[in-house]
């Protein structure tokens, strides 16, 4: 089993999720259990990503589809792997996976602005509104 937990003051293990506690609840009281300790990307930083995108999705009208703009953002702002199409011999590009175990802080921070920085090129937005916008619901 795995799940996500953080540490609070009292040093006790608070479970992230619903999700996660309801696995956490399942370990019985007194029991020997195993720990493999990773720490994990900023769950909040990965929520401003998210907001970063919903932000801009709702800000246009070239995209109907968000997973699509998503991907298409991330590979405009150069976060891409580049691979041939089986078929026709084509080469593709296929933006970059930002799942917390495909990418580390840091990466995934300089995927952050690049994706600020193309918004404000191509999409034309201000940078400075747009992080304003972001900061008001953090």
Not at 53 to 79: C, V
Request: charged fraction near 35%; charge should be negative; aromatic fraction near 16%.
């Amino acid at each position: 089993m795995k799940f996500y937990a953080s540490i609070d003051v009292n040093n006790k293990i608070i479970p992230c999720t619903d999700y996660d506690y309801d696995i956490f609840r399942k370990i019985k009281k007194n029991n020997v259990v195993k720990f493999e300790i990773t720490q994990e990307r900023n769950i909040k930083f990965h929520r401003k990503f998210f907001l970063l995108i919903n932000l801009l999705f709702e800000n246009q009208e070239n995209y109907k589809d968000i997973e699509k703009f998503r991907k298409d953002l991330i590979i405009a702002s150069g976060s891409y792997e580049e691979h041939t199409d089986f078929f026709t011999g084509e080469m593709k590009l296929t933006a970059k996976s930002i799942a917390f175990h495909n990418m580390k802080e840091e990466e995934f921070s300089d995927v952050y602005s690049a994706v600020i920085d193309t918004a404000n090129k191509i999409i034309s937005f201000d940078k400075k509104e747009l992080l304003e916008q972001i900061e008001q619901y953090f």
